[in-house]
């Protein structure tokens, strides 16, 4: 079955810091989200791309839909400590299929 | 607006209790809805889907059903809860005419089992 991967499991950065995600898969997918995820909550959604090599900004977050439709990545600028939780990434590759979730990132910002 | 609401927040049950978490959404009609299970703070894994009232898919073996009665409500349940089925239940409907299976998350139950 298709698998998105993201590591580290987990990342710790200090506060005011800018910091990277990756998410790849060896198979295609059409549309990627990244979801966040505060301790003890539901994922709330953050960004979702829709075609290869687009790249949206929400604020202090930026994530681009790689150009081979198998990767995406989730930049964070300037951290704060209310970035701190769990970040999935998600794919999907068409408008009926189920969404396929990465294992998630954890990531703590030290003040 | 679109509104999902999961109850109850937290549940503690003993072995072998049944078990009931509903979710509801609001704001819109015939949604696709989805259970998740998530162990240990960790990754999301998809248990039951529902594309419509009676219609049910499970993805994983296990000792859950899941029911959707009416066309926003979707309900899991136990007859007889084991210790591994503790863990953090995810409840999230999608929007099937927009065209893209978004999902739009629940703020969880959180299920511990003694």
């Known amino acids: 079955g298709q698998q998105l991967n993201q590591s580290p499991q987990s990342m710790f950065i200090q506060e005011g810091e800018d910091v990277s995600m990756n998410c790849t898969s060896s198979?295609?997918?059409?549309?990627w989200l990244w979801y966040k995820q505060d301790p003890g909550e539901g994922p709330v959604l953050l960004i979702a791309?829709?075609?290869?090599?687009e790249l949206t900004s929400n604020g202090r977050l930026t994530a681009q839909f790689g150009i081979t439709r198998k990767d995406s990545f989730l930049n964070i600028s300037a951290s704060i400590p209310s970035d701190v939780g769990i970040y999935f990434c998600?794919?999907?590759?068409?408008?009926?299929?189920?969404?396929?979730f990465g294992k998630g990132i954890t990531l703590s910002v030290r003040p | 607006s679109q509104t999902i609401h999961q109850w109850p927040a937290t549940l503690v049950q003993p072995v072998g209790s049944p078990l009931s978490l509903e979710c509801t959404v609001e704001?819109?009609?015939?949604?696709?809805l989805y259970w998740y299970r998530q162990a240990a703070g960790r990754g999301l894994q998809l248990l039951f889907y529902?594309?419509?009232?009676?219609?049910i898919s499970s993805e994983v073996p296990q000792n859950l059903s899941a029911s959707r009665p009416q066309d926003r409500q979707f309900i899991l349940s136990s007859k007889k809860l084991l210790l591994s089925d503790s863990g953090f239940y995810l409840c999230?409907?999608?929007?099937?005419?927009?065209?893209?299976?978004?999902?739009?998350f629940g703020a969880g139950s959180r299920l511990t089992v003694l």
């Open positions: 999230a409907w999608s929007d099937r005419s927009s065209g893209a299976n978004v999902l739009t």
């Open positions: 198979s295609i997918f059409n549309t």
């Open positions: 791309l829709y075609k290869a090599g």
């Open positions: 998600a794919g999907l590759l068409g408008a009926n299929s189920k969404l396929t």
């Open positions: 704001g819109t009609s015939n949604p696709n």
């Open positions: 529902s594309v419509g009232i009676g219609q």
